[in-house]
């Protein structure tokens, strides 16, 4: 998963998809280890997108005032 490349959107939905599968029980012990340690990357770079845009906006805003 490049985080570069990955999308907000598609990071969102890559999360929903996981828990999705973890409240219907689709995942074995080993299999919802390794989807936690994926939920913990997209977290992050959902995070950090959010933070990013969130400076971005302000920075424009300032702009203009």
Same mark, same amino acid.
């Given at each position: ?10 990071? %969102? ?36 997108? %959010? ?15």
């Amino acid at each position: 998963m490049a985080k570069e490349e990955l999308k907000y959107e598609e990071a %969102l939905h890559q999360l929903e998809h996981i828990v999705t599968q973890m409240e219907n029980n689709e995942l074995g012990i080993d299999a919802l280890s390794e989807q936690l340690k994926k939920a913990q990357k997209l977290i992050k770079l959902c995070k950090d997108k %959010l933070t990013k845009t969130d400076n971005e906006i302000k920075k424009i805003l300032e702009k203009d005032a």
